[in-house]
């Protein structure tokens, strides 16, 4: 039972906390590392649940994307993470539903008769999404953090002969407003891996799910984060309000159309804008959280290399991974000697696989989904599925990165087969 007199947003860090304390030592930073978490927990009526948590601040660069072949995870930044964690929640929410006649989900809704527009499966009315991070996303939310932690405020020089000069991390302080790559450090191989910042506005028109996930489940119906919630510390209200806003003339989404501005709108399938508020923890909150980002003159703190990625779906095993360069720890980033093991669960080749064992147990009402998802020869192929309302998902991403201006596609892993 919550404690009286506490908020949602308080209930929901100290839920987020405990959970990733009583993770075991494996899964947390080494000593002098220092690493983001952030959670994500549902609400049911007044009931919280973690489903997912992620710790990480590294992503992989564009050169390896031709050899992942759906294995490597490109983005394991805390936030990303996490959202994969909980798009895995939903799929073992679906499967279990569909297995097992005793279980009733309070997260997902069946729809077993069967109609051409809907996916099988929406989330609850009575669920919601909230988001907690230990700290801001990198990108245009967290740029007066960066500029404030500068001896020297001059923005960084860039390399001229790799793409990072159009698509830049932490580097051009001055320019605001503006689509980011993960930052890195400036001689680091090149990434067009975009910040948290980025995906995190992209998600406030396409929802929390996946190409995958939205096959079987509702992208439109309660597929949107709630609450977003940081430290009182790490919240900045000029650059969040920046980041994520449609209100000219500094908000990022501004050049939105006007139709997609409105939280009401159906205009391109259902999809609406769900912006995102960050709210801060009262000062007086207890962050029991020992591996935040030490301020500038801690030059002995690094940050780890270690991500890890905890799934706690109430009727199966959790899952918990500690991954390094986007595959589960003791393994190569390349390695074949052991097949699919590498991979994480949340990988595209897992995700994929474990989308067709759904779609196998889906009635013959559905066949249609089936059909099309066994006859995707690629992943290119299987995000690109023309069902439901997967071309206005396509849509509304393309307005939103034509918008955010600058977006630049990270392409290399999508062109090989299960």
Not at 3 to 29: D, Q, V, W, Y
Not at 294 to 304: C, L, R, V
Not at 350 to 357: D, E, G, M, P
Request: proline residues 9%; charged residues 20%.
């Amino acid at each position: 039972m919550p404690m009286a007199g506490n908020t949602l947003e308080e209930r929901i860090a100290t839920l987020s906390l405990k959970t990733f304390h009583s993770l075991p030592a494996k899964c947390k930073p080494r000593p002098r590392e220092w690493i983001p978490m952030t959670a994500i927990v549902l609400q049911t009526d007044d009931k919280l649940h973690l489903a997912s948590l992620a710790t990480g601040s590294k992503c992989i660069p564009s050169a390896i994307l031709p050899r992942a072949t759906g294995l490597i995870l490109h983005d394991c930044h805390s936030e990303i993470l996490a959202l994969r964690g909980l798009n895995h929640f939903l799929l073992q929410d679906a499967h279990q539903i569909l297995t097992n006649p005793d279980y009733r989900s309070p997260y997902l809704i069946y729809n077993d008769n069967y109609d051409p527009d809907t996916p099988p499966f929406t989330l609850h009315p009575s669920t919601s999404i909230h988001l907690f991070s230990t700290e801001p996303p990198c990108g245009d939310a967290s740029m007066e953090f960066i500029i404030s932690a500068q001896q020297d405020p001059t923005p960084w020089s860039l390399p001229t002969t790799d793409n990072k000069e159009n698509l830049p991390g932490r580097s051009y302080f001055s320019a605001l407003s503006i689509v980011r790559r993960k930052p890195s450090r400036p001689d680091a191989p090149a990434t067009l891996s975009k910040s948290c910042t980025d995906k995190l506005t992209l998600k406030q028109l396409t929802s929390i799910l996946s190409s995958p996930s939205s096959i079987v489940i509702s992208p439109t119906e309660n597929a949107y984060i709630k609450t977003f919630t940081v430290p009182f510390g790490k919240y900045n209200d000029e650059g969040h309000a920046r980041a994520f806003a449609t209100t000219p003339p500094n908000g990022r989404l501004s050049n939105l159309p006007d139709i997609l501005k409105s939280s009401s709108s159906d205009e391109i399938g259902g999809y609406s804008f769900n912006p995102l508020t960050p709210t801060p923890l009262p000062k007086s909150f207890p962050l029991t959280y020992t591996y935040s980002k030490p301020p500038p003159q801690d030059t002995t703190t690094k940050a780890s290399n270690i991500s890890t990625l905890y799934i706690n779906h109430p009727s199966t095993p959790s899952v918990a991974e500690v991954l390094i360069s986007g595959v589960k720890q003791g393994n190569a980033q390349l390695s074949t000697a052991r097949g699919d093991k590498k991979g994480s669960v949340v990988c595209r080749k897992r995700t994929w696989l474990f989308l067709r064992r759904i779609v196998d147990l889906l009635p013959e009402s559905h066949r249609d989904i089936k059909t099309k998802v066994e006859n995707s020869n690629t992943y290119l192929e299987l995000k690109a599925i023309d069902i439901h309302n997967t071309r206005s998902r396509i849509k509304m991403k393309h307005l939103v990165t034509e918008a955010l201006n600058g977006w630049e596609r990270n392409v290399g892993d999508d062109d090989w087969r299960l």
